[in-house]
């Protein structure tokens, strides 16, 4: 059982940075891949980004390309994503998922999710 728990959301003009931090429980974080994904009301819940157990893969949404970075610390059972040059349709809960071993971008692929948090870019 892994329990998920987000942070760092909270309001931001466009162009503003956000960093969010997700800390995971148990002694089997090092062994799930972990992602992030968002969902806006009314809208089906999207990929964002994903990092591989040891780090060594990622994958990334075309529309955050460039602009978001996931990362880990797996002494810390830690997954972050920092989000730079936030635009208004960034708005979203931001949710940390994670996966036993491989990486995936389909949500219902994931084992364990966290209650979210919200982020919201003002333009």
């Known amino acids: 059982q892994v329990q998920l728990v987000e942070s760092g959301g909270g309001l931001v003009q466009a162009g503003g940075s956000l960093r969010l931090s997700c800390v995971a429980s148990?002694?089997?974080?090092?062994?799930?891949?972990m992602g992030w994904f968002r969902q806006a009301p009314g809208k089906d819940r999207e990929f964002v980004a994903v990092?591989?157990?040891?780090?060594?893969?990622?994958q990334y949404a075309d529309s955050v390309k460039g602009r978001f970075t996931i990362s880990r610390d797996n002494t810390k059972n830690t997954v972050d994503l920092q989000m730079n040059s936030l635009k208004p349709e960034d708005t979203a809960v931001y949710l940390c998922?994670?996966?036993?071993?491989?990486?995936?971008?389909?949500?219902?692929?994931?084992?364990?999710w966290g209650q979210g948090t919200q982020v919201t870019v003002s333009s």
């Open positions: 998922a994670a996966r036993w071993m491989g990486i995936a971008t389909n949500p219902y692929e994931y084992d364990y």
């Open positions: 148990g002694r089997t974080f090092k062994y799930y891949a």
């Open positions: 990092l591989s157990n040891n780090g060594g893969e990622t």
